[in-house]
């Protein structure tokens, strides 16, 4: 019987843990584990304080006849601060400077574990504004624009380079960008459903913020808002970027000889404790 | 005491299923849960009978000094049905047809929620073929090529359209694309570690294969191979691809008035029991 229960609460866990942040209803879990919704309630109970006295993550209970459960893992704030070490590390890797001066990181950006992680702490930051749609440019962002946009459980809207003719007619908009020094464009499919959404702006860089600016614009005649712009490394100059508020996770330091340096911003350093761990 | 024991199995329940085909060390669990490396092997024991018997997927052990379990998680079968039968249905929606005929999917492609079931399809088909990347050319295609290496368990190669200066020095190929009757181009940076490796080639649509072919020769004068070909949706003509072997998860048969109709391929309805919905 005990053991019953056991793999009853193992297989409920699973199922629990395996769609973070959806909402999983009561009646279809006490279907599927063969169990009434009473004993149901009980086994919750204890997977929440287990999961919760170890620090797991958490369980919120939503009540009524459409009751059910919402699992929200915790932060791995181990395995964050060693992806940030390998970025760190990385983004002022001599080696991966091209004779140009520019970084070459795509291989970095397009690793699904690496910049996962990057996602999440961006949908940390961003959560309680209340997003519903991550935007981004291509091409290079786009990874960590699905990452934040899988952990916050909404959509991604891709703002393209150019007008294509098979995403129909487009808005589009030029701007000049402060990295290249040259005049950009980006265009958005009339059909993207982004109408009255409230965006957040993800990308892989930012210099002056031009960029995020132009996507802001370009949203707004979409009557959707940028409510928030997230990027993985911005550089500290120039200080004063053309938008208003942004949040970087790296912040980099640049140098004339060689690739500057490089650290997470004051609101990751706290997240994830990284004073101590920058002795090692 | 029972009590006790069954926290512990949820905490490591949780622990194992949070990282999917990752190989947890014993060593790292035991510290993790002070408790002894025997207890563990019991709870393992039992947690890997609670999870293979409700068909929620598998524990694999690694015996010896550097052991370890990995977990791998079941398909979700009726959820790779209800979101096939979406994908089914948009990609027969007239209203998503632009003047021009093209079909608008960006924003289907571009939501992890739906693109990400359709990634584990691929990564399933395409696992015992042993992958070390999964590769495709920017952009539509990136979120699936992306859903699939994580599943996989590998990092994704981007091939850019064009010569980016950012990416240092890049090989670059030109190819007739079937469905835009132009010519083509994509670039590989030389950084790119993929020297040596066995690739999947992942794209959103594909019709006579050409792009899958120029991929195929541009990854092999880097000395990796392309071991296997997978896309979303493949168009019934022309019937001979200029690639000799490719996996579609949904056919679409043509239609001069209107979308066509779509359907999933045998591969997929036998690995869903498609049949039986059909129905519905």
């Known amino acids: 019987m005990s053991d019953h229960r056991q793999k009853r609460l193992v297989a409920l866990t699973r199922l629990i843990s395996a769609n973070p942040g959806a909402q999983l209803s009561l009646t279809d879990l006490s279907h599927r584990l063969h169990v009434a919704k009473s004993t149901l309630s009980e086994d919750l109970l204890l997977i929440k304080e287990a999961l919760e006295s170890q620090g797991l993550g958490h369980i919120d209970s939503q009540v009524g006849a459409a009751g059910g459960v919402t699992f929200r893992p915790a932060l791995d704030v181990e395995r964050i601060r060693e992806h940030l070490t390998v970025f760190v590390r990385e ?28 996602g999440t702490l961006l949908a940390e930051r961003f959560r309680p504004v209340g997003v519903d749609y991550v935007a981004t440019v291509e091409t290079r962002g786009i990874p960590l624009a699905l990452s934040a946009a899988r952990a916050l459980m909404v959509d991604m809207v891709l703002l393209r380079r150019d007008n294509r003719l098979s995403e129909g007619s487009s808005l ?34 930012m210099q002056a913020g031009g960029t995020a600016r132009a996507a802001q614009d370009l949203l707004g005649d979409f009557g959707a808002q940028v409510v928030g712009v997230g990027v993985l490394v911005a550089t500290r100059e120039p200080k004063q970027k053309v938008v208003d508020d942004y949040s970087a996770i790296l912040e980099w330091v640049r140098s004339d000889e060689g690739p500057g340096t490089v650290f997470p911003t ?15």
Chains 1, 2 share one sequence.
Request: aromatic residues 10%; charged residues 25%.
């Open 91 to 118: 983004l002022t890797n001599p080696d991966r400077l091209t004779p140009d001066g520019f970084l070459y990181v795509t291989d970095l950006l397009f690793s699904p574990e690496r910049i996962d992680v990057m």
């Open 172 to 205: 589009s908009i030029n701007y000049l960008s402060g990295s290249s020094r040259r005049v950009q464009s980006m265009s958005l499919a009339r059909r993207a459903p982004v109408r009255g959404g409230r965006i957040l702006f993800v990308d892989d860089f």
């Open 266 to 280: 004051e609101w990751v350093q706290r997240l994830v404790e990284w004073e101590g761990s920058l002795e090692s």
